[in-house]
């Protein structure tokens, strides 16, 4: 008899979708699990794909199918949904397995430091059963006054504009809004040196 599997069901979250690959001996009592009893989400989605050698089942979805929901933190945003296992009813009373529901979720996080000078994080999944983080990528650029362009110099006169555009690019994830809670000029890179001119702050 093959060992149970340590983690019987497991999610990875991507850019613009979630993968749930779940073990049918989903109990580790050894008995399998049917396909067609697992659903995913409140839509009640059905697997995409299984494997009969390696004994698991697998769900693909958009952030926003199958009936997920969204939860926005200071922090994060989180996305919500449940791997369902819904045997049918059976008259045969030997052996009875209940039904079962195991939420799942993941987390994007919504905040980022960034400068002028775009960042080049490194994508880090969190791995777990349950959850997973993928982050996303900020830039700040200053634009030139009809904001067509990127201005070439980043010397200012006293009373001037300054046309700052923030971004975040988004590739195949849903559109996103974008708030700075804070942002300093100063002479050098360092936002603790001095003198330092606060542009926006108290969180906007």
Request: glycine letters at 6%; one cysteine or more.
């Amino acid at each position: 008899q093959a060992a149970a599997p340590l983690h019987p069901v497991a999610v990875q979250c991507q850019e613009a979708q979630m993968v749930v690959t779940v073990h049918r001996d989903l109990f580790g009592t050894g008995r399998l699990v049917k396909a067609a009893d697992l659903t995913l989400g409140s839509a009640s989605c059905l697997p995409v794909a299984q494997s009969a050698a390696e004994g698991t089942v697998t769900f693909v979805a958009g952030l926003h199918e199958c009936g997920s929901s969204l939860q926005m933190t200071p922090d994060s945003l989180i996305y919500r949904t449940s791997l369902s296992y819904k045997p049918p009813p059976t008259n045969l009373m030997i052996v009875r397995t209940n039904a079962a529901v195991v939420p799942i979720e993941c987390h994007y996080p919504r905040k980022s430091n960034v400068s002028s000078d775009a960042i080049q994080p490194t994508w880090a999944p969190f791995y777990s059963t349950l959850a997973g983080e993928e982050k996303l990528m900020f830039s700040l650029r200053l634009m030139n006054g009809d904001w067509s362009s990127e201005r070439l110099s980043n010397g200012f006169q006293l009373g001037e504009n300054l046309h700052i555009q923030a971004d975040v690019a988004s590739g195949n994830h849903i559109p996103l809004r974008l708030f700075v809670d804070d942002c300093v000029a100063t002479l050098s890179p360092d936002r603790s040196s001095s003198p330092r001119y606060a542009l926006i702050d108290f969180s906007g």
